[in-house]
């Protein structure tokens, strides 16, 4: 299957004609997402988003990630050995607007502001590695709006294919403490 989809996409790139001046009505795109919220840094993640053209520079843009934390800890107390892993799942779901800032189709900065929500859920298993203290598990979760402010390029060497990267900040505005995180966005381009 994935051979398959390699050889599509092979295809796709060498029959597709170079970039012209035309520029897309919109486009599609998936990829990976790197995030650190200090004083965490999300390594594992991923990004999509849809975006459309309502004229040759403004467009409506819906975009959703994943960022993933996992850490494993092991202490000794009380002469009881315990391992622990923590794990920080972080969703963002936002929309809004995205600005070209050229008319070049092959290479075009842009610029977006979005704003929505994330959800943040957490979870902690602590257990004895030598004797009889049970398990300790503790999850939980909450909503948060959000915010973003991302700048990048979309570099489209084919009409119908690009890669697009991106970096911003992102604001999580919480009950107690608002967080600022900065992320990292790669993602390959379908335009249509």
């Not at 690009?162 to 009950?175: E, I, N, T």
Request: charged share 15%; with cysteine; glycine share 14%.
């Amino acid at each position: 299957m994935a051979r398959l989809f390699l050889f599509t996409i092979g295809v796709w790139c060498v029959v597709a004609s170079p970039a012209d001046a035309q520029a897309a009505a919109g486009d599609v795109s998936g990829g990976y997402r790197f995030m650190n919220v200090s004083p965490a840094t999300y390594g594992r993640g991923w990004n999509a988003d849809a975006s459309y053209y309502l004229g040759t520079r403004l467009a409506i843009v819906g975009d959703v990630g994943g960022s993933y934390k996992r850490d494993e800890h092991a202490d000794v107390i009380g002469g009881v050995s315990f391992a622990g892993t923590t794990r920080i799942n972080l969703h963002t779901y936002l929309g809004g607007v995205r600005v070209r800032l050229g008319q070049n189709a092959a290479v075009t900065p842009f610029a977006q502001a979005l704003a929505g929500g994330a959800h943040v859920h957490g979870s902690a298993v602590v257990h004895a590695l030598s004797g009889a203290v049970p398990d300790v598990t503790s999850a939980g979760g909450e909503n948060n709006w959000a915010m973003a402010l991302d700048g990048g390029v979309i570099v489209r060497p084919w009409r119908a294919l690009g890669v697009r990267v991106s970096a911003g900040y992102l604001r999580l505005f919480r009950d107690t403490t608002d967080h600022n995180a900065f992320r990292l966005n790669t993602a390959i381009v379908v335009p249509f």
